[in-house]
């Protein structure tokens, strides 16, 4: 074979290696409701460095803001994105066992209700999502959720009859309130300051840190550190981007998790401790001694209600839980 020949030859067997295109770097897309400068955006920032860090780049992660979690609930659900921290409120309409978290009252501290969630108890719940099409990743937060209107001071139970309350589309949020003479209005969290600013309601419940995040103050002008519901939020992935990660890489995946519970938790921490004294700056008139008791006796229709349609014996265990 002459020289001419052989280098023909060679140029034609590296041609379509030459043409071959790179792998292409694998992207996850992660969406969450609220600020990047809030507990959830924390949360998603955390997980975003964690995994790329981790895999040395293999990865891309994407993090999106989208405000309406049922939404984003679906497109996980369906694999239109991976990935989502969302609240638990819409959640029970996917994933009915998650209601339990729900229950007012349920939880003494954040302590507790960390522990309930970290422990088999919450696992166990985790496993749920599987069976409606989702893979529950890890537990975060929103914390313990205050009421908040543009009427007037809620210093009891009979100040909240007659108030529309903006809720998540989340039943036993609503029962609770209806209970107490309120009128609940459901409606997705991006709908929220338009009807604030509006009047379609007059008020709505969060965590402090969703007060701040958002901006509220600039649309109520009353607080109540009820603390009546503690507010898990939850990573949740389509199954398939899960399954698509080899074994090592899903370790890398669930330390990635870790890392933004880790950080959602510490900024709710840190906007709880300070975040009372920043509304009242900001022009807020903010109520801190609550009558808690007088509050779980006006919803004992409704706790009696829940014994009977939920797990009762699970409550039981979350209330009791203790530290090992």
């Not at 295109?21 to 955390?46: C, D, E, K």
Request: one cysteine or more; aromatic letters at 6%.
């Amino acid at each position: 074979m002459t020289m001419t020949r052989r280098l023909a030859l060679a140029a034609a067997f590296a041609a379509p290696l030459a043409a071959a295109p790179a792998l292409a770097q694998p992207t996850i897309t992660v969406q969450h409701a609220l600020p990047v400068n809030s507990h959830t955006g924390a949360g998603a920032a955390a997980f975003k460095e964690a995994f790329e860090r981790l895999t040395g780049g293999r990865y891309r992660v994407v993090t999106q803001r989208n405000d309406n979690e049922r939404e984003m609930i679906e497109s996980v659900q369906i694999g239109t994105i991976d990935c989502t921290f969302t609240s638990t409120g819409p959640v029970g309409n996917f994933v009915p066992e998650v209601r339990i978290f729900d229950v007012p009252f349920l939880f003494r501290d954040a302590a507790h209700a960390r522990g309930v969630l970290d422990s088999e108890i919450g696992q166990q719940v985790l496993a749920r999502f599987q069976a409606r099409g989702l893979y529950g990743v890890i537990w975060t937060e929103n914390g313990f959720r205050h009421l908040t209107n543009s009427r007037r001071e809620v210093n009891n139970p009979a100040d909240v009859r007659g108030l529309k309350l903006r809720t998540m589309e989340n039943q036993v949020h609503m029962r609770a309130f209806r209970e107490l003479g309120a009128l609940p209005t459901p409606m997705a969290f991006s709908e929220l300051v338009p009807a604030l600013q509006q009047g379609t309601v007059d008020g709505q419940e969060n965590p402090i840190s969703v007060i701040l995040g958002n901006n509220l103050n600039q649309v109520q002008r009353f607080m109540t550190l009820t603390n009546h519901v503690y507010s898990p939020s939850v990573m949740i992935c389509n199954p398939a981007t899960v399954q698509r990660l080899s074994a090592a890489d899903r370790a890398l995946f669930m330390e990635a998790a870790r890392a933004a519970q880790q950080a959602n938790r510490a900024r709710v921490t840190a906007d709880d401790t300070n975040g009372v004294e920043e509304l009242r700056r900001r022009g807020m008139t903010v109520v801190t001694q609550v009558d808690t008791a007088a509050f779980q006796q006006a919803l004992a229709p409704a706790f009696a209600e829940w014994e009977r349609t939920m797990d009762a014996a699970l409550l039981r265990r979350i209330r009791d839980w203790r530290p090992n």
